[in-house]
DNA sequence: ATGGTGGTCATACCA
């Protein structure tokens, strides 16, 4: 059995539906985590999900900003979500899933993106990045007794050298400070958790999952970030068989600025 | 050192 599980940034569920359908048609990861779903669960577009098979859906959006969602062929039970950082905004989502006769916990996560000032003294979206990193610390991998985990998202920092187009560059730039870094560093160590993407890619191997709008030419000037993770429990590690960062989205017709990435598993 | 692009919701704010 193969088991597949994607994480994608998609910068307005609404406005970039038709790429979504585009990737579930020639993919069909059996669950999809969605991050900046931008709209409120009442007007959030779930018949296109559940006629491509997604029938278990569960959303946790607000207007305008933020919002994150988990799409699955296969149910969704003890979903939930926690305001991290405690500022009220819709950034995180969970729910327990069965494969195989194993009980798995899924976290999906948009951390914030925290400001173009990395000083939390003068910069609140700043402070409250940290302080939500502060908080998933918390968070271990054998939190529940007989369940496995699996925690995926737009943690919004790149945590090493070779996760950034230029790591002198960028040690001033809020996703790849010292402190974001360090504290990313520090939530998978105490949690217990396995960085995925990087068990079958060197530390010394340059990985992107996000390139900025911002460039003339994203492709030419190549200065992407792992912005997007995947993690799980150490037991899930042997069952690893890949990751996949699917470039080519970047490239696609209205893109969003993330590119999905998806672990195929032996589950 | 600066501004570059994109989404939301209608004006600045956020990424």
């Known amino acids: 059995m193969s088991f597949s599980i994607t994480t994608w940034n998609i910068n307005s569920v609404r406005l970039r539906m038709p790429i979504v359908e585009k990737f579930l048609m020639k993919h069909q990861p059996d669950i999809l985590c969605l991050q900046e779903t931008k709209v409120p669960n009442e007007l959030f577009p779930l018949a296109p999900l559940r006629a491509m098979g997604y029938e278990h859906i569960i959303i ?111 040690l001033k730039i809020v996703s790849h400070t010292p402190v974001e870094t360090e504290g990313l560093l520090e939530v998978i160590k105490r949690g217990a958790w396995l960085d995925l993407m990087r068990q079958h890619v060197p530390a010394n191997e340059k990985l992107y999952t996000w390139w900025s709008y911002r460039a003339k030419d994203w492709e030419a000037a190549d200065k992407g970030r792992r912005l997007d993770h995947i993690w799980s429990s150490s037991d899930l590690g042997p069952l690893l068989q890949r990751v996949d960062i699917l470039k080519e989205a970047r490239g696609w017709e209205k893109p969003s600025d993330h590119v999905p990435v998806t672990a195929y598993f032996n589950l």
Do not use: C
Request: glycine residues 8%.
């Open 60 to 170: 946790h959006g607000q207007k305008g900003y933020h919002g994150v969602a988990i799409a699955s062929r296969i149910p969704l039970t003890e979903d939930h979500s926690f305001d991290y950082g405690s500022v009220g905004h819709a950034r995180h989502i969970s729910a327990i899933f069965e494969r195989s006769g194993r009980r798995v916990r899924l976290h999906n996560f948009y951390v914030p993106a925290g400001g173009d000032e990395p000083d939390p003294a003068i910069n609140p979206k700043f402070e409250h990045k940290l302080n939500f990193i502060e908080e998933m610390k918390l968070l271990k991998a054998e939190a529940e007794v007989n369940t496995s985990a699996i925690l995926v998202g737009d943690l919004n920092i790149a945590p090493l050298e070779h996760d950034v187009w230029s790591h002198k560059q960028l």
